[in-house]
């Protein structure tokens, strides 16, 4: 276990579940004349690092962006690139990571990517089904809108009357805690059709690092940030 480099008040007030969207691998890449598929390669290596270092130092549940529904209009070469990455190395990195007692869940709609992958992604999540207390959510071939209008039609087709509560538990993330903090990389300061519905009392953090490059140390520096952020949830200072 790597030693906890994160002290004092930030170790106290560590968020329960961290939401990171892995923006700039490509524009990594190509600021070093590399192919963009270099690049998520070197972004699937950098998520795997993070996520041991998150949870070694105390998050339970971490989600990741990983591909949107937007992203699935990219040129075809670079989606290839993505998907073998899955093929080749998903099912070891998810070995590795839930060794640890996580428990894997896909967000998204696996109808949208080739057979095969899908297959891959459904097998991890299962050999993970049983861990409880810690979580990892991949959102893949994921939209926070299309996930938000699959729930209400869910719903409807059962002709149900909601509440914010029980429309939660319809959505992908479903009996999860909502994200704390959401960490975006890649220097735009924008959310993305990202957990829209669960994100609505989040903390956000911004990096200018593209997502190979955010370091282990560059998180800390996000915990210790969150740390010292007042959570009102619409109440005030006196009522807190």
């Known amino acids: 276990m790597k030693r906890n480099k994160i002290d004092g008040e930030a170790q106290k007030r560590l968020p329960r579940h961290v939401a990171i969207i892995m923006d700039g691998n490509g524009r990594w890449a190509k600021r070093r004349l590399m192919p963009r598929s270099y690049g998520h390669r070197k972004g699937m290596d ?9 949870y070694d130092i105390g998050v339970p549940y971490v989600t ?18 993505l998907f073998d990455l899955i093929r080749t190395h998903f099912a070891e990195y998810m070995k590795k990571i839930c ?3 996580v428990r894997l869940r896909i967000l998204g709609d696996p109808s949208l990517l080739p057979a095969d992958v899908a297959e891959i992604i459904r097998k991890a999540e299962e050999d993970s089904a049983g861990y409880e207390g810690k979580g990892l959510n991949i959102a893949l071939a994921y939209g926070s809108r299309a996930e938000i209008v ?4 869910i719903a409807v087709s059962r002709g149900k009357t909601l509440t914010e509560e029980s429309f939660a538990d319809l959505l992908y993330t479903g009996g999860l805690p909502d994200p704390d903090l959401v960490i975006r990389t890649g220097k735009e300061k924008r959310i993305s059709n990202f957990l829209l519905w669960q994100a609505a009392y989040a903390e956000f953090y911004f990096s200018d690092k593209m997502f190979p490059e955010f370091s282990d140390g560059d998180f800390d520096e996000a915990m210790e940030a969150f740390s010292k952020r007042v959570r009102r949830f619409g109440k005030t200072d006196e009522q807190l």
């Not at 950098?46 to 998150?54: D, F, P, Q, T, V």
């Not at 990741?64 to 690139?81: I, Q, W």
């Not at 699959?150 to 039609?153: E, F, G, I, Q, T």
């Open 99 to 101: 060794a640890r007692g």
């Open 46 to 54: 950098r998520m795997i690092g993070l996520l041991e270092h998150a």
């Open 150 to 153: 699959r729930a209400a039609n």
């Open 64 to 81: 990741v962006y990983a591909l949107s529904t937007e992203n699935l209009e990219r040129p075809k070469e670079e989606l290839d690139g």
